[in-house]
């Protein structure tokens, strides 16, 4: 009876590990798709000229870290930066997560993103990486900082 003791208390930890381990990879895949949907309603609302759409993605007190230019925190200073950038003449975004790992309510994300143009050239393109954050049930853009393969503007 002693050796069929520790064999099946060795039997429950190996299930509780690999229920652990389970339950570990489905919240992941719950927070990429989440995350990917997120990116998803970015991407529709930069196509509508709909900057206080795209910044409904970003927690309250986000910042953006853009490359070439300043930290941009809040909501309003995130919506007034992303209506410039559409009266620009941003029309579309393309954005592609590479990687997404989640622990609890925080997750990151590290991805590309491309400016699609006409004819299937590119504008721009880069890397990003976002921390996200999340509340009441919903992920949000808390800390957005991205590349751009451009060379940086000369002063």
Partial sequence: MQRIFPRARLSVALCSLLAMSCTAAFAQGGARSAIEAVNKRFEQAVSRGDAPGVAATYAENAKLLPANDHVVSG???ITRFWQAAIDSGLKSVKLTS????????SAYEVGKWSVPGEGGKVYDAGDYIVIWKRANGQ??????????NSPAPKK
């Fill in 75 to 77: 909501r309003a200073a």
């Fill in 98 to 105: 590479v990687e997404v790992e989640a622990r609890g309510d």
């Fill in 139 to 148: 992920w949000k853009l808390y800390r957005d900082i991205w590349t751009t």
